[in-house]
């Protein structure tokens, strides 16, 4: 692996392995002084920019007949309905839901996130969209609407082409609001918006490839002139992930960057926003990378499909998709499922090099509950898609304790820790090694929430755990650092609430 110039050493690139080793939860944090949330400070969860035309979006297409992880063989065009599609099936409202004894209602999304707090935000450049005017928007969520930023112009073309450098007609920024996770998770909310940024990256380009559209991923530019050339605050706001789609997406030659105003204000998200130094710290170390990613066109063709696969209807699999709050305790899968959904995973998130899934970044351990065909334990999965065992014997108490004492992780059919050699990121990528590597955890653990609904169970992904006990009990070093936990298994429905639509215009949806 080629190393970083000699003037970069590790001592010099240690802030994120600080603020990893300041963010791990021990029993003696949790047992210190309580912390509770202030319910009349918490972020508005919907960004909207005020004084700014709006586009309204048409009616999403819903009559795809294939199933995921099929392929759409025919590409649908570059158009405003077409735009309007991937949105719906990716990062907007899937459902709100509504508590039948106090009336209280919330929104769920398509893309999943810790504590439901949904940090990221969307916006959009367009280079050729029919129906839409060239130009950078912001996807309104809650209303379903695009709001325009910037106003096509030459200008604009030279700032965009000089970050990306292709021809690709539709551009995705995802950006994260720290604050809306740091008002519950405190420092360690960083961490969270990152794998929720993977996820949203993940459900961006699945539904992309589920139209046939070729998409890059781009998580190693510099953050000042993405964040000038969509008018972004620096107080509030991270560009993480820049994904572009198209038919065939060429290179063109870059230019230099110029200042384009934005139009409209952000709403204000709460009445007090806490900084905390060591999130301000982390970010600003990762702020520039040291060594950027190739862009790689991406057409992700998935594994063979287990002959217990379950056919289900792409568009219903990725709206129907929720995040399991209590599992069974007694559902299992077969070994051959679990082997596709871990090689569907990591395949899905392997956009770094041609040649190779993403092995050397991101390892998976497997706690085993019931997975017929494997005996209960510890198991490391391997490339030649075997499980190594670590530990024989029945694990759902270990797995329970290691995730903060979660039920979830001990009544599924199985648990996955997923950890990162870490010395080898910073090698190689720097400080922003730390940002991608929790963005590649999320885009594995999406890709798993969409093969476990595929095959008929539920997942839930786990961003509190012990760090240091699961590193012991994995008999790794502190070379390593454990990035997120995923569990598997059958959802038991909770009755004490009611669905209702995401959207008004969903009943004119012919399904």
């Not at 810790?114 to 029919?130: D, K, R």
């Not at 287990?306 to 929720?322: A, G, H, I, Q, Y």
């Not at 709050?325 to 956009?351: A, F, H, N, P, T």
Request: hydrophobic share 35%; aromatic share 12%.
């Amino acid at each position: 692996m080629k190393k970083l110039s000699d003037n970069v050493s590790l001592k010099s690139v240690s802030v994120t392995k600080k603020y990893q080793e300041q963010t791990k939860h021990t029993i003696a944090k949790l047992n210190a002084t309580p912390f509770y949330l202030d319910w009349m400070n918490q972020p508005n969860p919907f960004r909207k920019y005020v004084d700014t035309p709006i586009v309204k979006l048409p009616l999403p297409k819903t009559n795809f007949k294939n199933s995921w992880p099929s392929i759409t063989q025919d590409p649908i065009p570059f158009d405003l309905e077409s735009l309007s599609t991937i949105l719906y099936h990716s990062v907007a409202i899937s459902a709100w839901k509504q508590d039948l004894n106090y009336g209280s209602k919330w929104s769920l999304r398509v893309n999943p996130s810790s504590g439901n707090l949904h940090a990221e935000e969307i916006y959009i450049i367009a280079q050729g969209i029919l129906g839409l005017d060239d130009g950078i928007y912001h996807f309104n969520v809650k209303e379903f609407y695009l709001e325009k930023r910037i106003i096509g112009s030459d200008n604009l073309w030279i700032a965009t082409n000089y970050l990306s450098q292709t021809d690709a007609p539709l551009k995705i920024l995802i950006t994260t609001i720290v604050w809306r996770e740091a008002w519950k998770y405190r420092k360690r909310a960083f961490r969270y918006c990152l794998l929720d940024a993977g996820h949203v990256e993940a459900a961006l380009r699945t539904a992309g490839t589920q139209v046939g559209w070729i998409s890059n991923a781009c998580r190693t530019f510099d953050d000042e002139s993405m964040t000038s050339l969509f008018g972004l605050s620096n107080l509030d706001e991270v560009p993480l992930s820049l994904i572009e789609f198209g038919n065939k997406i060429r290179k063109i030659k870059p230019y230099n960057l110029k200042p384009i105003r934005a139009l409209g204000s952000p709403n204000k998200l709460s009445e007090t926003v806490i900084h905390y130094p060591e999130i301000d710290e982390v970010i600003s170390a990762t702020k520039l990378a040291t060594k950027t990613e190739p862009p790689i066109e991406d057409l992700f063709i998935p594994p063979q499909k287990p002959s217990s696969f379950l056919s289900k209807k792409w568009t219903n699999l990725v709206r129907n998709r929720r995040s399991g709050i209590q599992y069974d305790g007694s559902s299992s899968c077969k070994v051959e499922d679990v082997e596709w959904m871990i090689r569907l995973s990591l395949k899905q998130s392997g956009y770094w090099t041609k040649d190779k899934v993403e092995r050397e970044w991101v390892d998976l351990f497997v706690y085993a509950h019931h997975i017929d065909g494997l005996v209960p334990g510890i198991y490391r999965y391997e490339s030649n898609s075997r499980f190594k065992m670590y530990k024989e014997g029945d694990v759902r108490n270990l797995a329970k304790k290691l995730s903060l004492n979660q039920s979830i992780a001990s009544n599924s059919v199985f648990t996955i820790s997923m950890v990162v050699n870490y010395n080898k990121i910073l090698e190689f990528f720097g400080e922003r090694g730390f940002r991608l590597v929790y963005q590649s955890a999320g885009r594995v653990g999406h890709a798993l929430y969409l093969a476990a609904e595929s095959v008929g169970l539920n997942a839930t992904g786990i961003g509190a755990f012990f760090d240091s006990d699961v590193l012991q009990t994995l008999s790794l070093d502190d070379n390593w650092i454990v990035v997120y936990h995923f569990t598997i298994g059958k959802s038991i429905p909770d009755l004490r609430v009611r669905q209702l639509p995401g959207y008004d215009f969903e009943r004119e949806i012919i399904k």
